[in-house]
């Protein structure tokens, strides 16, 4: 079992900065690969990064690319996500997820094994 905490959401103007932490327990956290996901009210579920066991296997939903960043701190068992040049549409709780595949990058949320309890993103225009 593990379990994952997210911090550090919260309400930033159009254009700005966020980074979301993702706290695991539990487990080896290099055992696993991690991700993010995001909900927005009345939507499914949504990929926006993932990255491998080691930090160097990335991917990325399209519409975040360059804009975010995903990376990883083994040895403080976290997970970040750089969020910059922020928009209105990005706004939605932000999901951590842990998948026992160390070496994948699935943007297949049924694919992930454990989840965080999610911290919201609120981006004003």
């Known amino acids: 079992q593990v379990q994952l905490v997210e911090s550090g959401g919260g309400l930033v103007q159009a254009g700005g900065s966020l980074r979301l932490s993702c706290a695991a327990s539990?487990?080896?956290?290099?055992?696993?690969?991690m991700g993010w996901f995001r909900q927005a009210p009345g939507m499914e579920r949504e990929f926006v990064a993932a990255?491998?066991?080691?930090?160097?296997?990335?991917n990325y939903l399209p519409s975040v690319k360059g804009r975010f960043s995903i990376s990883r701190d083994n040895a403080k068992n976290t997970v970040y996500l750089q969020m910059n040049s922020l928009k209105p549409e990005d706004t939605a709780v932000y999901y951590c997820a842990a998948n026992r595949n160390s070496d994948s990058i699935y943007a297949n949320r049924y694919q992930y094994d454990f989840w965080g309890q999610g911290t919201q993103v609120t981006v004003s225009s």
């Open positions: 990255i491998n066991w080691s930090g160097g296997r990335l």
């Open positions: 539990g487990r080896t956290f290099s055992n696993y690969a």
